[in-house]
């Protein structure tokens, strides 16, 4: 059987994703014949059929569904090779470093200053994203570190924890929860959070979209009691406003901080900034986090 080429994954992906040659085709920017015949074509490589069609639908056959989810990691692969490659041939590469901005445990001063110190250390380039974010940008190679909240997907990634403190609620100060002495999870049953998940269900999920809100935003909608907020501590700390209280919840786990890097990943940069980030997590925190 001869190899996939990296252009009939990409075909495939697109078709697998949108289940409809049209749109396929529309994204890919081709006609939607030649992608009929390239689909058909890795479908005669690999001996199975991988897609269901019919003059209505198309779906994905157990075997289309597999190769949808290695195609993927294949392509962030060789996205990542190639954005790696061109980072390292920079006159002045950087340490790329993926995070959600202040979910950090307060800890990024600290661990930026003491990465500077390290003989392999490089300029640092933060890359701000939302809730989620980081995980992809580690597998394509648009970063080469990151600091994660838990939980996280940490499939094709090493990791080491740095900090566990505790999760709080944020809920508007006129809200009747807010003069209770203990919360806990079933208390919040029919409240919703930023993402339109249920409350009374924990924190969001990874697998989830992120809400497109940033922390102005929800601290609006809290204030006016459309929405809970589950937040770390540290981040609690940060944003303290007078129409806006945190609670203590019995039964909300706490929430973790991780650094995390790509498996495969040899880079001297990376493991300084791993090594100066344990370094200062285990200062701030002498109870190792679990």
């Not at 994905?60 to 954005?83: F, I, M, N, Q, Y």
């Not at 994203?129 to 838990?150: F, I, S, Y």
């Not at 589950?230 to 019995?250: G, K, L, M, N």
């Amino acid at each position: 059987m001869n190899d996939l080429e990296v252009r009939q994954l990409r075909y495939f992906v697109a078709v697998a994703e949108e289940l409809h040659f049209g749109r396929a085709a529309a994204r890919l920017g081709m006609a939607q014949p030649p992608l009929s015949r390239a689909i058909r074509e890795i479908e005669r490589l690999l001996g199975v059929r991988l897609l269901e069609r019919t003059t209505r639908n198309v779906a994905l056959t157990p075997a289309g569904e597999t190769l949808l989810r290695d195609a993927r990691h294949a392509l962030d692969a060789v996205s990542a090779a190639g954005r790696r490659a061109r980072n390292a041939g920079l006159p002045a590469p950087a340490l790329r470093l993926a995070l959600k901005a202040d979910f950090d445990a307060g800890l990024l001063p600290q661990i930026v200053a003491a990465y500077r110190l390290e003989e392999a250390a490089l300029p640092v380039e933060p890359l701000l994203g939302g809730r989620g974010e980081q995980v992809p940008a580690l597998h394509d190679g648009r970063a080469d570190v990151a600091l994660l909240p838990t939980p996280f997907d940490g499939r094709g990634l090493d990791h080491e924890p740095l900090m566990t403190e505790p999760n709080l609620v944020a809920l508007a100060a006129t809200d009747p929860l807010a003069g209770r002495p203990s919360l806990a999870l079933s208390d919040f049953a029919g409240r919703k959070l930023p993402d339109g998940a249920e409350a009374s269900a924990g924190p969001q999920r990874p697998d989830r979209p992120a809400a497109r809100l940033d922390m102005t935003q929800i601290f609006n909608l809290i204030e006016i009691g459309r929405i809970l907020f589950f937040v770390p501590a540290s981040v609690a700390r940060r944003y303290t406003r007078p129409d806006i209280v945190y609670r203590e919840v019995t039964d909300l786990p706490p929430a973790g901080l991780v650094v995390a890097w790509p498996q495969e990943c040899r880079s001297p940069a990376v493991a300084a900034f791993v090594r100066a980030a344990l370094a200062v997590a285990s200062a701030a925190a002498p109870v190792p986090a679990t």
